[in-house]
């Protein structure tokens, strides 16, 4: 069976509009023609419009329709942020907090804050507009916009998730990949926006297609001074007895939101719950470890690095019953 079409929304009004300024207040001539000069001939999502009472700030359009122009500076820099909530079986997992965190990535990359409340809502209606799926994935994308044209470009782009049943039943083999930077350099080098999910996801891309490479099915960054970090999609979560780890956020990794859900999860469970560095040696001596992300849940980790780590079936059952309910 095909699978159902996405829904894409366009965000009209993606961002909260800045205080007026004497350079804001009269448009450029390009501001003020579309492209080769042609007055309003901007593709929607470049647009600004003009909404009639009780009409949303979003407008639905064609998901396999060209979006952006050729000129935005997504596609040509990576200069953007998004972020990605679950809903399972129809209801939303975390979505304030997704919110949240699309918010401060904007602001790691100096972007207008987003306006959330109409992203909230824009989410909400893509969802309700789309065929009925157990797992949907929903996409925020906020992109600078056009070369010069200082004005964001944001939509809502909602999919049934991919099933990963095998993953939760078979687990997954990782490797160990340097990710070339100290486990500081958020502190250290914040210019390098490590911590906000950007756009400029080729190098996790890269990472990915490494494990594949060395025959594994996904990898663990580690940092150059030997520390664990993040998988390329997903957060690090391991057990060591009655307690439940992962590294710590202040390390340069994406503050992980189905992470969190999992030491709510470990407190239900009578576990500990807590941040610190992790070594590689510890992920082959822990009693669990898994790689977790919204839409994915909790997938075991059965080896690293071509050796053999413990699974813990029972904790894995049970952190996925409650991450991906009714799934």
């Given amino acids: 069976m095909a699978a159902p079409a996405p829904v894409l929304l366009v965000i009209d009004d993606p961002v909260e509009a800045p205080a007026p300024s004497r350079s804001s207040q009269v448009p450029s001539p390009r501001e003020r023609s579309g492209p080769a000069g042609k007055p309003g001939a901007y593709p929607a999502a470049t647009t600004s419009a003009v909404h009639p009472p009780g009409t949303p700030p979003y407008h639905r359009a064609d998901p396999d329709a060209p979006l952006v122009p050729a000129d935005d500076l997504g596609l040509t820099r990576g200069d953007g942020v998004f972020d990605t909530a679950a809903f399972v079986n129809g209801r939303p997992l975390a979505l304030d907090e997704h919110l949240q965190r699309f918010a401060h990535s904007a602001a790691l990359l100096g972007l207008p804050r987003p306006r959330l409340d109409v992203w909230r809502a824009a989410v909400l209606a893509a969802v309700a507009a789309h065929v009925p799926a157990p797992v949907l994935s929903a996409k925020l994308v906020l992109t600078r916009g056009r070369e010069g044209m200082r004005r964001p470009i944001g939509w809502v782009r909602v999919a049934a998730a991919r099933d990963h049943a095998d993953e939760h039943r078979d687990g997954i083999t990782v490797v160990t990949l340097d ?149």
């Fill in 179 to 327: 990710r070339g930077y100290r486990h500081d350099v958020a502190t250290t080098s914040p210019w390098l926006l490590q911590g906000a999910k950007t756009l400029s996801y080729a190098i996790n891309l890269a990472m990915l297609r490494e494990a594949r490479h060395r025959g594994a099915d996904d990898a663990i960054m580690v940092s150059a001074d030997g520390w664990v970090l993040e998988g390329p999609t997903a957060s690090v979560v391991l057990r060591e007895g009655d307690a439940i780890v992962t590294p710590s956020t202040d390390e340069g990794i994406l503050a992980g939101t189905t992470q969190r859900r999992v030491f709510d999860i470990a407190a239900e469970l009578g576990l500990a719950a807590h941040y610190r560095r992790v070594r590689p040696d510890e992920l082959l001596a822990a009693d669990g470890v898994w790689l977790v992300s919204s839409s994915r849940g909790a997938a075991p980790v059965r080896a690293v690095d071509g050796r053999a780590v413990a699974v813990d079936r029972p904790l894995t059952d049970a952190l996925n019953a409650r991450l991906l309910p009714g799934v």
